[in-house]
């Protein structure tokens, strides 16, 4: 899903190249160095006069204080393949290939690091563009008010090759993240095709053969960032829905035991380098059972699987339980089996939650019954909801296959439900950290109606901000205004 748009240079280079125009004009005269510093500065566009607003890629109107209320001025992101133009001319920085950008430092290290910050809170996932990665972490910033971002880390892509690391990505978006103080949590998937099992299904994700593997990756990557960029990697989600064969196709089947082997070994590798750094277990896909014709399952109800996980000792290995829901068309509060009764059971499209009551189509349901299978088995974490949101196809011309709910919900509802499901979060005392999916992937995706993650996305076709845009950086500048 990584969009390749050119690079914008970085704040660092900017400022290494002011100086060097500094150093020459120390050597003439004062008149004529000042003359020269200003005519070669405004013309290249580096310096801009004042009041022309245009001194970095976000709007400076855009960029509100910690206790004013988010007046939303987005500068317009385009679709594919005119966005780094544009972008460029709205900030007028000349390009640079990625290999030339030298990773920023952080502003300053995290006071606490993100075991000690045992609050609520709550961030949101945004589709890594290493070449603006900049300014999505200046957004999510400055404009929503967030101190988490949730990336995924897609092992595949970064070792191709056993033992051979590719860190383009990695290089440039951890750097940005740590430049703005933002903390980050790393969810880890897909191993690469040489890591597999001989006989695995490799049109699908799954898991390595040797979960060691794995662990040389984690290991790998954290050894490279935690020292230069400290507190910065605040979590490490260990793989991602390995309920359903999408997600871990094994020729082992979708065991819970082979899958806390490769969570307890990665824990305890990660509290090794830093003991600061959350472990969260893989969320679940919430979803019933599904046996394919040929006898093979190919999905594990997602209540079954966590008293799987459970018992084959998760507990022992997670400091925080992954959880997901995106939630279908109804709001966040309502149980599975009072979906039937809700008003707009009788006008809804998507009939799932209403003529076909599951427990999957409730994040309230889904998230409670967690919790509780927690405390009877003796432990005490707390949910990490690593992707929850809805999707609505109001302003997209169509909707993915699949999607028909988000028929269903207006751009409102999205606004509601999100800060619903955060209000109800923040009181219930079982989560701890969640992720609104999402923030940027329909404009990465150019607002294709097809892709399944455009729909959930908070910005909207044209670069609109949606209405809940807004709604999440007022409540978390008044609720967590003392963090």
């Not at 317009?76 to 990625?98: C, N, S």
């Not at 051979?164 to 993240?177: E, H, L, M, R």
């Not at 980050?184 to 095709?193: D, G, H, R």
């Not at 359903?244 to 806390?260: C, H, P």
Request: hydrophobic share 40%.
């Amino acid at each position: 899903m990584t969009m390749e748009i050119p690079a914008v240079q970085s704040a660092k280079q900017r400022r290494r190249q002011m100086r060097s125009f500094a150093l020459i004009w120390s050597g003439l005269t004062l008149v004529i160095g000042l003359a020269t510093f200003v005519a070669i500065f405004v013309a290249t566009g580096f310096l801009l006069p004042p009041g022309s607003g245009q001194s970095s890629v976000v709007s400076a109107a855009a960029i509100t204080s910690p206790t004013a209320r988010p007046q939303i001025v987005f500068t317009p992101i385009p679709t594919l393949g005119a966005a780094a133009t544009e972008i460029q001319a709205i900030a007028q920085i000349p390009t640079a290939t990625p290999s030339e950008i030298p990773p920023e430092q952080p502003t300053a290290a995290p006071t606490l690091s993100a075991m000690e910050r045992t609050g609520f809170d709550f961030g949101i996932q945004v589709q890594e563009s290493i070449d603006i990665a900049d300014y999505w972490m200046t957004v999510v910033k400055d404009q929503l008010h967030l101190d988490w971002v949730k990336q995924q880390i897609r092992w595949e892509n970064f070792e191709e090759v056993q033992g051979q690391y590719d860190w383009t990505i990695s290089d440039i978006v951890i750097p940005a993240a740590a430049a703005k103080g933002v903390t980050l949590m790393l969810s880890i998937v897909t191993a690469p095709n040489w890591a597999r099992e001989a006989g695995a299904d490799l049109s699908k994700h799954g898991p390595p053969a040797n979960p060691q593997n794995y662990v040389n990756f984690v290991s790998a990557l954290l050894n490279r960032y935690v020292t230069d960029y400290p507190g910065t990697i605040g979590a490490i989600e260990v793989w991602n829905e390995m309920n359903i064969d999408r997600e871990w196709a094994s020729t082992q089947g979708l065991s819970t035991r082979n899958y806390v082997t490769l969570l307890s070994q990665t824990y305890n590798a990660v509290k090794a380098i830093d003991p600061g750094i959350i472990v969260i277990s893989g969320a679940l896909s919430p979803t019933g059972g599904w046996t394919e014709p040929d006898g093979r399952v190919s999905a594990i109800d997602d209540f079954q699987y966590m008293d799987g996980l459970i018992n084959a000792g998760m507990l022992n290995y997670t400091d925080c339980v992954g959880a997901h829901h995106n939630g279908y068309n109804i709001g966040p509060t309502v149980p599975w089996d009072e979906a039937p009764r809700q008003a707009e059971a009788a006008t809804a499209r998507f009939r799932g939650p209403f003529d076909n009551p599951h427990h999957s189509w409730s994040l309230y349901s889904t998230l409670t019954t967690y919790a509780n299978k927690i405390r009877l088995a003796g432990g005490d974490q707390r949910l990490c909801v690593t992707e929850f949101g809805w999707a609505v196809a109001e302003d997209l011309g169509g909707y993915p296959r699949g999607f028909e709910f988000a028929q269903d919900n207006t751009l409102a509802e999205q606004r509601d439900f999100i800060i619903q499901a955060v209000q109800w979060m923040e009181e219930s005392d079982i989560i701890w950290l969640a992720w609104i999916w999402n923030l940027n992937y329909g404009a990465q995706a150019g607002y294709d109606p097809n892709n399944d993650n455009t729909p959930y996305s908070i910005l909207r076709p044209n670069s609109v901000p949606a209405p809940a845009w807004d709604a999440i950086a007022q409540y978390r500048m008044e609720h967590f205004a003392d963090q």
